[in-house]
């Protein structure tokens, strides 16, 4: 139930000049190149190596951090025309972060196309280059969407107590939405939520793995009832739903609490991304992961709690890889016996639910029932 009234905690946009400016952090990776060119050496650029075996993970800190290992790109023969590439990609983020444009992937790919020799033949090629860009100035605390990169999937959904405030590029005028106020609609979260003003008194954040269960909260007014913010994530969540939730949680100072299927892929990819993010993007999960995220639901133990072994579905073998290989070579899961012991559950188990199955004791039983027993018991969240 909803508390008495509190005051709105309020952030503040997110400038470039929030971190290290872009522009200058360009400039500075680009004269690196001519200084060791200007001295007759063969310039090297060197980039974090992307991937789960190079990350480490700390309760501590709370989000996978990069390793040491890296790995060099040099100006030589069979590496000519990736490192002008890079170099153009470069040139290309500096023009849009100086001037406040912006490209998706797909259309930086197309940009290519007047690159004469150095063009990419295909986007997984651009992509890469992207990536590597990216993990460079990751060091100097910049990442991809303040270079104007903007990814091509929106943001998730958003309803509740919050306010959200930008300037209209336009005119200047201050933009406000009240994501309560919006009957049956939401707020669909911008690809780049650095420029926005976040406004609200609620007491939590709610994200929720599927649409149809955001709807069904949204339809009965969950969040006013128990004053959050409910966020759709659709899945994995995108990099603007995670950046996004990410400043609810840092900004607003606000718990998050995720409510996701009972099975290897809502747990060990969609709330371990949105927690500590992922191996491939160690370099930027400072900035995206959520390390105050804990996990509501839906777990083994709910489906001998809430009697839904009728309700679920076989593990299938792609199911049962997933969670082996979480519990082998995840750096999250190997650092939380809990989560050790839940999977291990699953795994005993043999069955997966989904949020759905709650729908066996009426249409409405999660908001009746199971989500306010759940909520009442914040201290059993796994973590």
């Not at 522009?23 to 200084?35: C, I």
């Not at 949020?355 to 009426?362: I, M, P, T, Y």
């Amino acid at each position: 139930m909803a508390s008495k009234k509190k005051t709105p905690k309020k952030s503040r946009p997110r400038s470039r000049a929030a971190t290290a400016t872009p522009v200058r952090v360009l400039e500075n990776a680009a004269r690196s190149v001519l200084d060791t060119v200007e001295r007759g050496e063969l310039p090297v650029m060197e980039f974090p190596s992307r991937s789960l075996s190079n990350v480490r993970y700390s309760p501590q800190v709370g989000f996978f951090q990069l390793g040491p290992r890296t790995k060099r790109r040099a100006l030589r023969a069979n590496s000519a025309k990736t490192f002008a590439q890079t170099l153009r990609l470069m040139a290309l983020s500096k023009e849009m972060a100086a001037t406040g444009d912006f490209a998706t992937k797909r259309e930086a790919y197309y940009v290519s196309k007047n690159w004469g020799e150095c063009r990419f033949t295909e986007q997984t090629e651009s992509d890469a280059v992207m990536d590597d860009v990216e993990a460079l100035v990751s060091r100097d605390g910049v990442f991809r969407e303040q270079l104007g990169f903007v990814p091509e999937e929106h943001g998730g959904s958003v309803v509740g107590n919050l306010v959200v405030r930008e300037q209209d590029p336009e005119t200047g005028r201050t933009l406000s939405v009240d994501c309560g106020a919006l009957g049956s609609g939401a707020y669909t979260v911008p690809r780049n939520v650095e420029a926005l003003t976040l406004e609200s008194n609620a007491d939590f954040v709610l994200a929720i793995e599927t649409g149809g269960m955001f709807q069904r909260l949204h339809s009965h007014r969950f969040w006013r009832k128990h004053r959050c913010i409910l966020v759709e994530l659709a899945g994995v969540p995108s990099r603007a739903t995670r950046r996004f939730v990410r400043r609810l949680s840092e900004d607003l100072d606000l718990p998050v609490f995720c409510f996701v299927d009972c099975d290897p892929y809502g747990i060990a990819n969609i709330y371990r991304t949105l927690k500590v993010g992922s191996g491939s993007s160690a370099h930027v999960n400072r900035f995206f992961a959520v390390p105050k995220a804990s996990y509501l639901g839906v777990t083994p133990q709910d489906i001998i709690d809430f009697e839904l072994a009728d309700a679920t579905h076989p593990l299938q073998a792609v199911d049962i890889k997933r969670a082996e290989d979480a519990l082998k070579n995840d750096p999250f899961f190997r650092a939380h016996p809990r989560w050790r012991v839940a999977i291990e559950q699953m795994l005993s188990m043999g069955v997966r639910a989904e949020q759905q199955a709650l729908a066996k004791w009426g249409l409405n039983f999660v908001i009746d029932e199971y989500l306010p027993r759940k909520l009442a018991a914040r201290d059993t969240f796994l973590p």
